[in-house]
């Protein structure tokens, strides 16, 4: 698969999310927890979230990892237990667009690296995914996540 890479505004934005301890091969299952509790948050307490559900990595994966789960919302959404308070940063970033499943996506950050040190460009040490369409209710192979690596 072709990726077009390139440079994006990310909006800072408030959010509700789930911080998890995980490993590589329990990520999927870490993720869909974290994705599950939002979406039963977000219906109980009838918020629309304001921009697409996430996924943050603090940097490359060790064995142990944290991961970020979460979801933009107004910034008067309720607290709740279970979910802390956390922000997008408003910051530049490295992109590109991955169609398919998630399985595919280290191509699309092998692309995106690949095309930061052409363009010279140095990663923050964050990721994001950024899943555009709903993975319940979308095939697989129309699945749209953006990959998102601010920049220093």
């Not at 944290?66 to 279970?82: F, R, Y």
């Not at 590109?96 to 363009?119: F, I, Q, S, V």
Request: charged content about 20%.
């Amino acid at each position: 698969m072709s990726y077009a890479c390139e440079l994006i505004d990310m909006p800072s934005q408030p959010t509700r999310a789930v911080r998890a301890m995980t490993t590589y091969h329990k990520l999927p299952k870490t993720i869909g927890a974290g994705f599950a509790s939002l979406k039963s948050y977000l219906a109980a307490h009838a918020v629309t979230p304001i921009g697409p559900m996430y996924v943050k990595y603090d940097g490359p994966a060790a064995h142990d990892f944290t991961v970020e789960v979460g979801v933009p919302v107004p910034g008067d959404a309720p607290l709740i237990s279970g979910l802390e308070v956390s922000a997008l940063r408003g910051v530049r970033a490295a992109s590109c667009l991955h169609r398919g499943h998630y399985c595919d996506l280290p191509h699309a950050y092998k692309a995106l690296e690949t095309w930061m040190a052409g363009e010279g460009l140095v990663p923050s040490g964050e990721a994001y995914e950024l899943y555009l369409n709903d993975g319940e209710r979308t095939p697989p192979d129309a699945w749209l996540t953006r990959i998102a690596i601010p920049l220093m």
